[in-house]
Structure formats: structure tokens, C-alpha cells
């Protein structure tokens, strides 16, 4: 679920020893399946450089079905699944150095696989050759939906490239009760993911949406909030809260996006991830005892994202209020 990927250029003009036609079609069906929401992250590693040097690699395609193919799912790609990281000073423009400079980022912050050319060796831990990319089994641990157990370091698995490459989520947990020992744990994690990187990277605007508690006073609840998240508001991450009606959401959920710019220069927050979640983690408990087993996280398509997210814009909190 919301692997982040980096294909090196050579990869992408790769034909895998076999077809490349074929290659390509089977690149779609894993990056774009067409009966499934869509999964992956692809890291343009330094944006412009990244895509002049896969968009040359492919232009050297000798097949000329194999080349126009190949253009189209890049092209496609580029719009649909790529994401920005900053650049890293290259040793070189071979494929070794992509691996190298791939490898100096993911140590920055951490990112699922990169994707080698049948030419070359695979970096030892997060490489992986393209013919084993394609294969039905590497696919299998990022499934959607998917069991995600109750502590840090299994979320941190599902939520690094969402919170890494997302200007604004918007988290809504309804059982928060303003303790220590609750889901505000979670929020603390999503703060952390999304704003303590590296310098280049993006920071990320959090809205955290909650219900009011029985038997606990509004004011008592946003109080509690503030004094368990005050070591994460600081400077620009500064962290909304919006109350809602008891029980007016039962549902855990997440949803995150980008600031899209629009004809007249303004951005707007455009919805492309929405998770639901059947529980996160939970204070201190080990994730044994809390359920792991029953922890199902599914993630839906763009189009349902955005129509949750207008969904929730319709309807009228109660109070909504920035922590700083």
C-alpha cells in the first residue's frame, strides 16, 4: 500500500531479455493495474534530471513499438504516480551512479525499492532486479487492503511515502480522548513522518479531526490536545484541530493530497490518498495484545478521495481551532 519505488532510468528503457513490448505491458499492469487501485510511488529523484535522463534512455530505444510504448507509460507515469525528492550530486550518469545517488536518499529518508536494469547487480537490501520487480510474488507484502499491525515501526511501513510527499493530511480519530494513552499516539507519529525531514523535502499542514467525548467537557478534550501534541507545534507545523459532533464518525481515516494551482493562481488542497483503518496504534500497547491479527488498512482511488473529501468540506464541525 503507497510503496515508494525509484526506477532507475535504465530500468525504464529496459527490455527485460525478452519483448520489450511486452516488458511494457507488463510494467502497466503492475503500476497501473487496471481492476485495482494503483499502489505505487514512483521517486523522481531530483525531478528534472531524473526525467531528462529516463526520457533520453528511452528516446535510444533501437524497437520502434518498444520506444513509442515505453514513452507512453513514462508519460503516463509522470502525471499519475511520480513524486519529487531532491536531488542528490550524481558520481555519474551511468546506472551505478543512479543506484548510488538512489541508494544516499534513501538513507535521508526511507523509500521501498529501487529498480535495476537486467544490466546490473542490484544494491544489496533495497535493490531488486526488473524481472523480479514484474513477478507476481513481489507484489504480494504491499497488497491492498492490508493487515497493519499497532505499532510504530508496521504503520511507519505504510505511511512514510504518504507522509513524505503530501502537503496537507487530513486525520480524523473519533475514539481520542486527550491522553496520553490513547491514538493521539498515532497523530504524534504522523506528525513526525510528515515534518521532521530532511532539508529539501516538503513539510506537510496536518488537520486532526475528532468527536466530542461523553462524560468530558469540549474545552477539557481541546485542552488535552494541545498539551500531549505542544512539542509538535512548533514554527510552520503548526496542527489544526476540528471538533466534531459525539459519534458523528465512527470510521478511522486518512486523507492527503497536494495543493493544486488553479487558472487564477490560487492553490487549492486536491484529495489523493484516502486510507481507512480498522485501528492504529494505541499508547504503549504491544501490538500483539491490540488486535493485529483484525487490523485491516484500505486504501481507495483518487476519484473516491476526492469525493470523501468533498464530502467532509460540506458538512459543518463544531469548532475548529489552530494548536500553536
Known amino acids: 500500500m503507497l510503496a515508494e519505488f525509484l526506477l532507475t532510468p535504465d530500468a525504464l528503457a529496459d527490455d527485460g531479455g525478452e519483448s520489450g513490448v511486452e516488458i511494457v505491458r507488463r510494467l502497466q499492469q503492475c503500476l497501473l493495474p487496471s481492476r485495482t487501485v494503483p499502489i505505487?510511488?514512483?521517486?523522481?529523484?531530483?525531478?528534472?534530471?531524473?526525467?531528462?535522463?529516463?526520457?533520453t534512455r528511452i528516446a535510444r530505444i533501437s524497437n520502434y513499438n518498444h520506444r513509442q510504448d515505453a514513452m507512453a507509460l513514462f508519460q503516463k507515469l509522470q502525471s499519475l504516480l511520480c513524486v519529487t525528492r531532491p536531488a542528490v550530486p550524481l558520481s555519474s550518469q551511468t546506472e551505478a551512479g543512479w543506484i548510488a545517488a538512489g541508494l544516499t536518499s534513501a538513507s535521508r529518508v526511507p523509500l521501498d525499492r529501487i529498480i535495476v536494469s537486467t544490466a546490473t547487480a542490484p544494491p544489496a537490501t533495497i535493490g531488486v532486479s526488473l524481472q523480479n520487480f514484474l513477478a507476481d510474488d513481489f507484489w504480494e507484502p504491499f497488497e491492498n487492503p492490508r493487515l497493519v499491525g499497532r505499532d510504530h515501526a508496521s504503520q511507519a511501513k505504510v505511511l512514510t511515502a504518504l507522509c513524505t510527499h503530501s502537503d496537507w493530511?487530513?486525520?480524523?480519530?473519533?475514539?481520542?480522548r486527550g491522553g496520553s494513552d490513547d491514538e493521539i499516539v498515532t497523530v504524534r507519529q504522523i506528525i513526525k513522518l510528515s515534518n521532521d525531514l530532511p532539508a529539501g523535502f516538503r513539510g506537510t499542514q496536518?488537520?486532526?479531526?475528532?468527536?466530542?467525548?461523553?462524560?468530558?467537557?469540549?474545552?477539557?478534550?481541546?485542552r488535552g490536545v494541545r498539551d500531549e501534541l505542544s512539542g509538535c507545534c512548533r514554527g510552520e507545523n503548526a496542527i489544526r484541530v476540528t471538533l466534531w459532533p459525539e459519534k458523528h464518525f465512527v470510521n478511522r481515516e486518512l486523507l492527503a493530497g497536494d495543493f493544486a494551482k488553479t487558472s487564477t493562481g490560487t492553490f487549492q488542497p486536491r484529495p489523493l490518498w484516502w486510507i481507512t483503518m480498522t485501528h492504529v496504534a494505541v499508547g504503549s500497547r504491544d501490538a500483539t495484545l491490540a488486535g493485529e491479527?483484525?487490523?485491516?488498512?484500505?486504501?481507495?482511488?483518487?476519484?473516491?478521495?476526492?469525493?470523501?473529501?468533498?464530502?467532509?468540506?460540506?458538512?459543518?464541525?463544531?469548532?475548529?481551532?489552530?494548536?500553536?
Open 40 to 55: 505505487a510511488l514512483l521517486c523522481r529523484l531530483g525531478g528534472v534530471e531524473w526525467e531528462r535522463a529516463a526520457s
Open 293 to 324: 491479527a483484525g487490523n485491516t488498512w484500505s486504501l481507495f482511488s483518487r476519484q473516491k478521495a476526492y469525493q470523501r473529501f468533498e464530502q467532509i468540506r460540506a458538512a459543518t464541525p463544531l469548532k475548529s481551532e489552530v494548536l500553536g
Open 206 to 222: 496536518i488537520d486532526l479531526h475528532i468527536c466530542q467525548q461523553r462524560n468530558l467537557s469540549d474545552s477539557n478534550l481541546i
Open 169 to 176: 493530511v487530513q486525520l480524523r480519530l473519533p475514539q481520542i
